[in-house]
């Protein structure tokens, strides 16, 4: 029997290469697009002589040709150190890269995932943060580029799906952190675990009272897959996340704890528009797809931990 062809975009990154990891195991023929623009070829090497697996270094802004059942968009930078790094880029890869893979979808008659993001809800007002809130987004700050990207690609699926029928799924996925996160992209588990083994200071921004939910990535994988394969016509939005929330503050204790570290801890000036506070709420998730995280923060950060001392 024919495999099915699935194609990842910006699987050379954190999440798509786990992804690719996953999907190979289930017997499916991977087709990776990644112009490695904050990927990184290490993040797949292992799976190169796969014959099943095809890496094409392609940019997603530009239109895609290839022959597939199914597409996972992933492709985009997603730390606030490189989407701001040249935002009209993000924007571009955000939105022309969306309707790249919906123009593809609706061509072969693929299945098409949009890897969305809990930054659509900005800083939230409301606590925790369900599908149906529509977000405290500014429109013109240092983070737009990334959300309004983000809220804008979701538009196009939403329309894609109401005008040409395309067969989409569209999840929110909340903070994620795993082994192969960029050890350079200035995310926050990243670096707090690289700071504390190596003894540098522990950087919090602001005054560490700020909250998120952090999934480990296997755990996001698993609903990432759930929410591909879901009931015809659930197109989402959905969101994927760990509702355990944590401050800051927490989070830099935890992992001096996990490391033994023995860095201290140093406060620097919060970063413009920095939400405040974020937890999902999954109902959605359990309830459609008899989903939710297994893997508890402090079991995930010693996994992470661990690649993080192999790659030092
Ligand atoms: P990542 O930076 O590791 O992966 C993104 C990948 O996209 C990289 O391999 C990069 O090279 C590729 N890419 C970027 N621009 C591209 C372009 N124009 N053409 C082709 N490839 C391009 O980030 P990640 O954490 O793995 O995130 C994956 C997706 O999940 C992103 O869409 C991100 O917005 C979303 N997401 C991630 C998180 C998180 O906590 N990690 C949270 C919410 C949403
Ligand atoms: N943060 C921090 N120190 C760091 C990096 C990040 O205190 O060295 C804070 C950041 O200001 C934010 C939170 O940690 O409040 C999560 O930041 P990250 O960039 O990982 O993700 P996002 O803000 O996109 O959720």
């Known amino acids: 029997m024919r495999k099915t062809r699935v194609v990842v975009t910006g699987g050379a990154g954190f999440i798509g290469s786990h992804l690719c990891d996953r999907l190979l195991q289930d017997g499916n023929d991977v087709i990776c697009v990644d112009n ?37 968009n992933l492709a985009c930078p997603a730390s606030p150190k490189w989407y701001q790094k ?40 409301v606590h925790p943060q369900p599908e149906t ?26 329309d894609y799906n109401r005008k040409h029928n395309v067969d989409i799924k569209v999840m929110r996925i909340f903070n994620t952190y795993g082994p192969r996160m960029d050890i350079g992209d200035g995310r926050v588990v990243s670096n707090f675990i690289v ?3 190596q003894g540098h200071d522990i950087t919090i921004y602001g005054n560490g009272g700020q909250t998120r939910s952090f999934c480990y990535v296997d755990d996001l994988v698993e609903g990432m897959i759930r ?22 503050k927490e989070l830099a204790e935890i992992v001096m704890e996990l490391t033994g570290s023995e860095s ?8 413009a528009d920095d939400p405040a506070q974020r937890r999902p709420l999954i109902d959605m998730a359990s309830r459609e797809l008899g989903w ?4 508890e923060l402090k079991e995930g950060l010693k996994n992470t931990i661990q690649y993080f001392e192999s790659i030092l």
């Open 227 to 248: 929410v591909m394969n879901s009931r015809e016509g659930f197109t989402g939005p959905i969101n994927i996340g760990n509702p355990g929330e944590f401050t800051i």
């Open 36 to 72: 490695l623009f904050t990927g990184s070829k290490d993040n797949i090497r292992h799976l190169l002589s796969n014959p099943y697996f095809e890496f094409i270094r392609h940019d997603v802004t530009q239109p895609i040709f290839v022959e597939c059942d199914q597409i996972y």
């Open 264 to 271: 201290k801890i140093v406060y620097e000036p919060l970063p």
């Open 195 to 197: 700071q504390a083994l």
């Open 133 to 158: 809130y529509w977000g405290n987004v500014n429109t013109a700050g240092i983070r737009s580029c990334y959300d309004e990207g983000k809220r804008a690609a979701e538009t196009l699926f939403f």
């Open 292 to 295: 939710e995280p297994k893997v």
């Open 86 to 125: 040249d935002p009209i880029y993000t924007f571009k890869t955000s939105v022309y890269g969306a309707m790249n893979c919906l123009g593809l979808a609706k061509r072969t008659g693929a299945r098409v995932l949009h890897a969305s993001t809990s930054e659509v809800y900005g800083d939230p007002l």
